[in-house]
Each structure stands twice: as C-alpha cells, then as structure tokens.
C-alpha cells in the first residue's frame, strides 16, 4: 500500500494494520485504487509547544520554581503548561526541549491536540529534567537565574499517523520518520527559529532530544544556523540511566 501526502508517496509495510476503514477517522483520508491520500486537515490539528514550567538556577543548581499559570491548557496532565505563543509574561532566560512530534497521548479520542509529552514522556520529563540540567550545567557555565522551559516540537503534527492505523511506533518509526521529513519544510523550520531566537530572552539553553534519525536532520539545522545545543537521548527513554547523558 501506499500513502500521498501533497505530492509524496511513501510505501507502508503489508504487515502494517493500515487498513483506513474506520468511519470515526475517514474524513481525513481518501481512498484511490493504489493509494489512500491523507488529508491537509489531518496535519492542521498540531499539538501546541508550551512553557511546563519555571525553573530556578542558582550557585549551579537547578529547581523547579512555583508559579501560577497564566493561561493553563486545561486537557493537558500537567497542571503548568501553558500555549508558548500565547505567553504575555516571560523569563529572562529559556530552555527549548527539542522533542520532535507528538504522537498518540498528545491527542483525546477526537483526536483533539493537547500538549507535548503526555504520559510516560511527560512524567519521564518531571523525574529527570533536574538531573539532566544539572549535567548540562557541568558542561557549560550558564548564569543563575530563572529560566523559561519549554517543550518544542519541531513538526507539531502527527507524523506518525497513530489516529488513523493505531499501530504501535515500534512498528510504524519508518514511517513516521517519512511523513516528519516530508512536514519538515519551510514553514516549520521558520517557526522553529521564531522561537529559538525569541528576542525576549537573555540566554537559551537548546536541547536536541529527537530521535534518530530525525535528531541528525535537527542537528545539522541547527549547526546551519550557528544555533549552540546541547545533545541526548528522547525523554521517553530517560528511565534507563544510560539514556541520561548529555553531549
């Protein structure tokens, strides 16, 4: 089988459950004799970035710091984040947790987008942030104060088609890298450095933490653009230990 995005064709698996029958999902593909066309309107319900929350760097050690949220985004699990593009009130500084694009707890049953790193990602996040920050911060002198941190995804749109084939991402990572280098177009690398060099900011810490291969095409963006960042393993992962390290 084959799947058309604009004017892409990509070839999924036989082994994949792609059978694109479910009536609750139809309206966003269309089925040709020899491919089934996935919809714009598809990739138009993107998963917004947000600010999870403030954190606190001082003598070179970091801590969450409370706050109340200004605008939290009620579905998401967690009780701080707020919608990025709508913040009226920053840090002096931020952290960018480059996370690559969500998948299927970003979204409710209607497909709905909620926020970055739900579930077992965004609890991964509030374990080891901490951690991981303070290793960064043995790499890199950074100045004490308190810090925006934020979960970007570079592409904001399911690429992993989870919603319309409930197939797991183990079996399904080939073509989700696909449709995530098919959406990594202008649009959104422009908006990714909106925000990375979001002039509110004294100081950015970015963190890559896409997984491969799509970390590479990020780094070597990044590089581009003589953006510093620092490297590792997708969150979702930080519960092995060897998952945690920085570069």
Partial sequence: MKIKIGTNLINI???LPFDFESSNV???FVKQPDHVVINQSFFNQQVPNVRRHILELHNGSWNFKQFLPQNHIV???FDEDEDFSTL?????NAIFLLLESPHEHEYDNNFNPIAPAQAKTGDNIEKYILEI???ITKLKKLQ???????LINPVRSQTSLHYLHKAPLNKN???RNKVWHILWDDINKNNLLDILNDPTYASRIVINACTYPITHTVS???????????KTYHPSSWGWQGKRIVK
């Fill in 13 to 15: 698996r036989k082994s």
């Fill in 26 to 28: 139809s309206l966003y």
């Fill in 75 to 77: 579905s998401s699990s």
């Fill in 133 to 135: 920050l303070n290793k």
């Fill in 88 to 92: 009226t009130s920053k840090s002096q």
């Fill in 173 to 175: 990572r080939r073509v």
């Fill in 220 to 230: 070597n963006f990044l590089n581009a653009q003589k953006i510093s960042f620092i």
């Fill in 144 to 150: 004490d104060g308190d810090y925006d941190f934020c």
